[in-house]
């Protein structure tokens, strides 16, 4: 049995998966949680199905203010060692649309379960539903001070509290706090993977429309982001996965104070002669049909009013047989390029992911201790690193835990 002690501050996925690697080479692990669960976080993630990570796992996929930083980890932990990690867990996993990687059981339950099996297999101790609310070094020894009187001294402390993302699962920002304590720079943290809220009062009565659609995020009048998938109409704004997928884009310029616009093409597939050329047909056919029924069967319910209405066709016409050449027109332009001007994000509140954290260029990429205070680490959500929607930050959670327990261990002296 070694007798160095290590506390890790969070037993989410980098905490887990660093306290795995630690006891199974004999280390005294404690793993500190606010939380009265361990991996809560991790059990909403995916829908609870948990998207554990991606089978085409490259820098591109991550942001970060020093690429070189990730790659290090991405390479120790590539997609050969994590699929060797959790097969050697019993966890079997199964690959959905887009490289996604899920357990078998499509439950996240089924992973948090067998991290915490194996983990107290090898002594792990998680002490839950308490709060770390200081760290001090002195003497060569860190002293946690938690729960307002009580304190344990440790050898290393591993810092692996998450992000100020989805704070009702007890995020907080309190990493931040212990890198403050240590001369650490924090890269100032914003809402990524999160819905976006539009100035159009009038988008609420969409709400519940989903469609497959283009997405065209415009900062200040220029496009910077494309992508097509899952949009979700809700009665704050959108949301659904290429909304989220551009969210981070759109968070970071709405803070910079830019006119930040999404433009939707609600007919992707389609160009724009093949929908003037279906709208035409269905114009001829459409008999005595009213201006608002003659798209039904096409164009979902909700959208046709608000369709029609946006491109003010006079209120005058009112059966579909009365619509022009320019009305029609009109209407396959507005179906290719809807705009919503968007004021803000939903926030931190319902944010997967937070972006910002602890600046990289003060941490060791080959261990994850910082270059201020020997002995101290970070790991995780907590550093200036995320990823896109698709298992990418679970899977840098996994990796930074991976590469600072390893580094312990190699260089196994205090």
């Not at 101790?125 to 729960?147: A, G, M, P, R, W």
């Not at 992000?163 to 309190?174: R, T, V």
């Not at 006119?259 to 724009?272: A, M, R, S």
Request: hydrophobic content about 40%; proline content about 1%.
């Amino acid at each position: 049995m070694n007798n160095k002690q290590i506390a890790i501050i969070g037993a989410g996925a980098s905490g887990l998966l660093c306290s795995i690697v630690l006891a199974r080479f004999g280390f005294i692990v404690k793993v500190f949680e606010k939380n009265t669960k361990i991996g809560r976080k991790l059990l909403t993630t995916g829908n609870g199905r948990c998207n554990i990570s991606n089978q085409n796992i490259s820098l591109e996929n991550f942001y970060t203010s020093d690429k070189h930083f990730v790659q290090y980890a991405l390479q120790q932990f590539d997609h050969q060692k994590f699929q060797q990690f959790f097969q050697q867990l019993g966890l079997e996993l199964t690959y959905k649309e887009n490289g996604r990687i899920y357990p078998m059981s499509l439950q996240s339950s089924s992973v948090v379960d067998l991290l915490v099996y194996e983990a107290q297999k090898f002594g792990v101790e998680f002490i839950l539903d308490t709060k770390v609310e200081q760290i001090k070094y002195q003497e060569n020894t860190f002293i946690l001070k938690y729960n307002e009187n009580k304190q344990k001294f440790f050898d290393k402390v591993i810092v692996a509290t998450g992000s100020k993302a989805m704070p009702k699962l007890g995020s907080c920002d309190i990493g931040y706090e212990f890198a403050k304590t240590f001369g650490h720079q924090i890269i100032n943290p914003f809402a990524s993977l999160v819905q976006l809220v539009s100035k159009n009062k009038d988008i609420k009565n969409l709400s519940g429309v989903k469609i497959d659609a283009k997405i065209d995020l415009e900062i200040d009048g220029q496009s910077v982001i494309c992508v097509t998938g899952d949009t979700l109409f809700t009665d704050y704004g959108i949301s659904g996965s290429a909304i989220l997928d551009v969210s981070r884009e759109a968070s970071y310029n709405l803070n910079m104070g830019r006119q930040v616009v999404v433009k939707i093409d609600i007919f992707p597939k389609l160009t724009k002669d093949e929908l003037i050329s279906i709208l035409s047909k269905r114009l001829k056919n459409s008999n005595d049909k009213d201006k608002y029924f003659w798209l039904e069967g096409f164009v979902h319910k909700k959208l046709i009013k608000y369709i029609i209405d946006s491109c003010k066709i006079i209120k005058t016409k009112h059966k579909a047989k009365e619509l022009n050449k320019k009305d029609i027109m009109s209407l396959v332009y507005f179906m290719k390029n809807m705009k919503i001007e968007i004021a803000d994000t939903k926030g931190f509140d319902t944010a997967e992911v937070s972006a910002g954290g602890v600046d990289v260029s003060q941490i060791n990429k080959k261990t994850m201790q910082s270059n201020l205070q020997n002995k101290l680490y970070f790991i995780g959500e907590v550093l200036d690193v995320d990823g896109q929607c698709g298992g990418y930050n679970l899977h840098w959670a996994w990796a930074s835990g991976f590469v600072c327990a390893n580094s312990i261990i190699k260089n196994n002296t205090l």
